[in-house]
């Protein structure tokens, strides 16, 4: 009887696996495929967390079961390499990115080959190898000459301390994501991606993806529709007119005052020689605030009145002109309608201003937005306002329209360690593209990274002198570099063709692999990426560079969604270094092995929850395992059949793989090492079964288990068993017998009589218990469910 050693069988089987590229893919097999896809890691020099391998066991167990069951796994891993963490620390170190990136992703490597986690390595990319970022540089230049990249100068989001824009996505709370610092506005020249052009498509796309509902309402709310009008409002005393966008077009005749946002245009040209002290104090104020700050329904409304006045083209009536920072310059036309009946910024404002407020909708509330029926509103009254929406449209020459919360995507980033744009500025022809034979346009490597608010690249003797490509004359490179959202905007299509040098992925390969069947990675990116991966993916299908049968995929590049909870610590509180509760897995690994790690992390709780860390736990599970071992010392040509059990196991595991209850699986594999436990002698195949369903969430135990029992071929050659309808049938059925709802007696019966009520109540009747509580009293009635309990009532 050999001791459970993980240490020793572990690494050996890892070798093996490599070494014989046993999880390699096929571009040429005839199987049908699954793609199923980790999101890449950024490989922090801090080495894996406990989250990492939660997600990457349940890709690899879904692998290895659809391996089994007869598919053609596409299983790949990569690197999110480029960003800012490792050009900060090169900052302060002196440390190449270059240097620190290499080795963090050597580090990333060796502790996932530790987990046993059956990636086709033949597929590693990296986001930072000039010869991946040459197809990002490629995809720019064609969203280029398409119209969908474009430079502009803009209200950027801007990091003090980063010295850097930020995305809308990188803000949150008006805080820098990264160093919490408060973020500013600051006016720059910017590349960005017309992620607005598709904003229809990415909401339409949502209804064919399995994904979260949670995940597919957040993007929606990001995407943000909504349906309304673009009316004209004339100003007195002035040639141009005000247009606003509002949802609301029925309130026409209620709006009693207009509010430009300070960044509107219109506003130093309208206001007023008596106003204009005031107007520009105001101007001057809210530039300091940030745009949550802005738009907090919580804080009071400040403004200015301009001095000027518009005409309400339904009323004809003069209202006046208001500056306010509750209205943003960056939606709709950065103009608003003010209707304070209803609407409650407006109302508040109404009041605080002692504005006029007039009632079109029938209600007794003060301020109603609701729907209803107009009042006050001339030809309109006693209509419903769904009607009026249009009607008053038409009056007034407004046009319907749809208007999206959702941005260009700003990419420019005055940073290094990302991937060059590919454009060069000639003083005759201007912005001029690289050509496409230029490509890569690689990073130098003489920069000083000490941030100064412009791209470290600006210091970089070799880079930024060229020849223009258009003249031949001296021109020069942008310097600034892509946000690493584009990188990892299509990694998953180079994984189909990954060392394809004339392309980004040869489009066979990509119809042989494409679109993504299972997506695993964390709700944080529920905005983010995901949006940027789909946008990307829709261009490229739309420019021809992807084609697949619309039918298989429609236009979506991942199929099936699944987020990972997070694992908090001991204390339940956020696992972080501060708060001294880290889990490190390499450590866990160390002392249990990576199977317990494995299955620990399935076994801690349903997939998708927040759930804590729980050493206690972790032993119980290295128990099991201990357990499933020794097994191995009761296979006996004489054992025992365990049939009913068995296949009730292989039927369960198979669907909770299915549908991500790890969890489940595994308390029913424990159920089934029990039951065998207890007996003396088992037969080999029995065991040989379940080892087979063990595999792929223990994959190193049942591998050496299965060559213990004399077998020369991996498991992972093994068919996924199919469970034997007739035996999970239970051949005795238990039946609780409740006396005025209470648990007196239980009887067995033969199950296939659990149909007959009439058979159930004799042998109840039968039972001295149930006499002895029946005593005297007379049965009133019995309720019967099938198979589970029957009701006596008296
Ligand atoms: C008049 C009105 C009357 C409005 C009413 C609402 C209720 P969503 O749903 O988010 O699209 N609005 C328009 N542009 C704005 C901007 N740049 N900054 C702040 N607010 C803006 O909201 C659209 C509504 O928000 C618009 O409809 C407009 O106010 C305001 F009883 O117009 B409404
Ligand atoms: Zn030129």
């Excluded at 939660?54 to 790949?76: C, L, N, Q, W």
């Excluded at 040459?134 to 502009?152: R, V």
């Excluded at 104020?285 to 301009?306: P, W, Y």
């Excluded at 017998?737 to 159930?760: E, P």
Aim: glycine share 6%.
């Amino acid at each position: 009887m050999k001791k459970y050693n993980p240490q020793k069988i572990e690494g050996k089987w890892q070798k093996k696996w490599l070494k014989t590229e046993s999880f390699s893919a096929l571009d040429s097999s005839k199987k049908e495929k699954f793609y199923c896809l980790d999101m890449f890691p950024y490989p922090s020099s801090y080495g894996l967390h406990v989250g990492h391998p939660e997600g990457y066991t349940a890709t690899d167990i879904v692998s290895r079961y659809k391996r089994m069951k007869g598919f053609e796994v596409i299983h790949p891993m990569g690197w999110d390499a480029f960003g800012l963490p490792a050009e900060n620390f090169a900052i302060k170190s002196h440390i190449h990115p270059k240097e620190t990136t290499k080795k963090s992703i050597a580090t990333f490597k060796k502790q996932i080959q530790s987990l046993g986690l059956s990636y086709d390595w033949d597929r590693e990319i990296s986001t930072a190898d000039p010869e991946y970022y040459k197809w990002t540089q490629w995809i720019f230049l064609k969203l280029y000459e398409n119209g969908l990249a474009y430079k502009k100068k803009a209200a950027v989001n801007w990091c003090e301390s980063c010295k850097t824009v930020l995305a809308n996505e990188q803000v949150q709370d008006g805080k820098c994501e990264r160093c919490k610092n408060i973020v500013v506005q600051k006016d720059l020249e910017q590349w960005f991606f017309k992620t607005t052009a598709y904003a229809q498509k990415l909401l339409d796309g949502l209804k064919h993806v399995d994904w979260p509902q949670p995940i597919k309402l957040m993007q929606e709310n990001w995407i943000g529709k909504s349906e309304g009008a673009e009316i004209e409002f004339s100003i007195s005393n002035f040639q141009f007119s005000i247009k606003v966008f509002t949802t609301r077009p029925d309130t026409l005749y209620g709006a009693t005052y207009m509010v430009l946002a300070p960044e509107h245009e219109l506003v130093s040209k309208i206001t007023s020689q008596e106003q204009k002290k005031e107007v520009e104090k105001y101007l001057k104020k809210s530039r300091k605030k940030t745009e949550l700050e802005r738009t907090d329904l919580a804080k009071e409304k400040t403004g200015v009145f301009t001095g000027a006045y518009a005409i309400n083209p339904a009323t004809k009536k003069k209202i006046p002109i208001w500056v306010a920072d509750y209205v943003l310059s960056s939606y709709g036309t950065g103009a608003i309608m003010a209707v304070p009946a209803h609407d409650e910024r407006d109302f508040e404002f109404a009041k605080k201003y002692k504005l006029e407020i007039i009632k079109v909708l029938d209600s007794s509330e003060d301020c109603y937005s609701g729907e209803g029926k107009i009042i006050n509103s001339d030809e309109f009254n006693d209509l419903d306002n769904n009607i009026a929406k249009k009607n008053i449209t038409e009056k007034v020459g407004g046009k319907l329209t749809t208007q999206y919360k959702l941005k260009d995507w700003l990419i420019s980033r005055q940073r290094y360690w990302g991937a060059p744009i590919p454009i060069i500025y000639c003083e005759k022809c201007g912005e001029v593209p690289v050509l496409e034979k230029d490509l890569p346009v690689e990073l130098p490597d003489d920069v000083d990274f000490k941030p100064k608010g412009e791209s470290p690249l600006v210091k970089s003797k070799t880079f930024h002198q060229v020849k223009c490509p258009k003249c031949g004359q001296d021109a020069r490179r942008e310097v600034d570099t892509m946000d690493t959202f584009v990188c990892s905007s299509w990694y998953y299509l180079r994984y189909c063709d990954p060392h394809n040098e004339k392309e980004f992925a040869s489009n066979e390969k990509l119809k042989k692999w494409m679109p993504v069947d299972l997506y695993v990675g964390g709700a944080e990116h529920a905005c983010m990426h995901l949006i940027y991966a789909r946008f990307i993916y829709k261009v490229l299908k739309d420019l021809g560079y992807v084609k697949i049968d619309e039918k298989a995929d429609h236009n979506e590049p991942y199929q099936k969604l699944m987020n990972q909870g997070m694992i908090l610590g001991e204390d339940h509180q956020k696992m972080s270094k501060s708060r001294g509760n880290v889990i490190n897995p390499d450590d866990v690994i160390k002392e249990y092995g990576a199977d317990t790690l494995r299955l620990y992390e399935m076994f801690m709780g349903t997939f998708s929850e927040v759930k804590p860390w729980d050493t206690k736990s972790i032993k119980g599970v290295y128990r099991f395992l201990d357990r499933v071992w020794h097994l191995q010392d009761k296979v006996d040509a004489q054992g025992k059949a365990v049939g009913n059990i068995l296949h009730k196991t292989i039927k369960k595991v198979s669907e909770d793989i299915e549908r991500f209850g790890f969890n489940t699986a595994i308390s029913q594999m424990m159920i089934l090492t029990n039951e065998m436990s207890a007996l003396d002698k088992i037969y080999k195949s029995d065991f040989e079964k379940f080892l087979i369903i063990l595999s792929p969430f223990a994959p190193h135990m049942a591998e050496e288990l299965w060559e213990l029992l004399g077998n020369k071929k991996s498991i992972f050659l093994e068919r996924w068993p199919d469970y034997d309808k007739a035996l999970i049938q239970d051949k005795e059925a238990q039946i609780i017998i409740q006396i005025n709802g209470k648990l007196r007696d239980k009887i067995m019966i033969d199950a296939k009589h659990i149909s007959d009520q009439k058979r159930i109540e004799e042998l109840a009747m039968a039972s001295e218990k149930v006499q002895k509580f029946i005593g005297s009293n007379k049965v009133k009635k019995i309720f019967y469910v099938k198979g589970r309990l029957l009701n006596i009532v008296v």
